[in-house]
């Protein structure tokens, strides 16, 4: 009912809260951001407003909803575009490879029942933290763990796609990384270098 493109915008507000961040993500103009998840909305029966500082959809979601299903679904079985939302330190990577399939970004509410929330409204796909952030016995979500030094970190995604091919791909490559760069860390004049996110929200 709703383009992909449409559905990227208004989501990508719910997630990151912010349209200057959307529009950067997309490398669209916020106005078009603006106009694009405007339409969506109107489409799908609901509104977009702003209260108490954060962007929150009103109204029945239902539709709303299965469109998500729909469209994240696809983004599974073309594995692009999928969403990681990452809430580590600035020099957090992604492995070579899983960076033109997972699209990261970092939301202006780093509250985990917002970011679990985000989970299973399907808005993201996976969410990287360290474990003491995430939210501890819900059924809906499962945690993936990746290391445990120098903190536990992991993914955490819906139950539904732990097992999925991306989800697996992206957390094997994220834990081999890891102990790769111990390795570096602890040989004789080696160095931990880094390259920034790459941060893109493209549909």
């Known amino acids: ?57 009103e109204g029945d979601s239902q539709l709303l909803q299965l469109e998500r299903s729909v469209h994240q679904t696809a983004r599974l079985k073309s594995v692009r575009t999928l969403r990681l939302e990452a809430s580590l330190s600035a020099e957090t990577t ?8 997972w699209v990261v970004g970092t939301s202006r509410i780093q509250n985990p029942q917002h970011l679990s929330t985000l989970l299973k409204q399907r808005v993201i796909d996976a969410w990287l933290t360290p474990r003491s952030a995430s939210e501890e016995g819900d059924v809906e979500l499962a945690w993936i763990p990746l290391w445990d030094e120098p903190e536990d970190v992991g993914l955490i995604v819906q139950r539904d796609l732990r097992k999925q091919h991306p989800v697996r791909v992206l957390s094997d490559k994220l834990s081999a990384q890891h102990l790769l760069r111990r390795f570096v860390l602890q040989a004789p004049g080696g160095s931990d270098s880094t390259s920034p996110i790459n941060h893109q929200l493209i549909p």
Request: overall charge positive; charged content about 20%; proline content about 2%.
């Open 1 to 57: 009912m709703v383009s992909v493109d449409q559905l990227c915008c208004l989501d990508g507000l719910i997630w990151l809260q912010s349209g200057n961040a959307v529009g950067a993500l997309t490398r669209q103009h916020q106005t078009t951001v603006s106009r694009n998840q405007k339409k969506c909305a109107k489409t799908l029966g609901v509104d977009v407003l702003k209260r108490d500082g954060r962007w929150q959809i």
């Open 94 to 101: 992604l492995p070579e490879g899983a960076a033109s399939e």
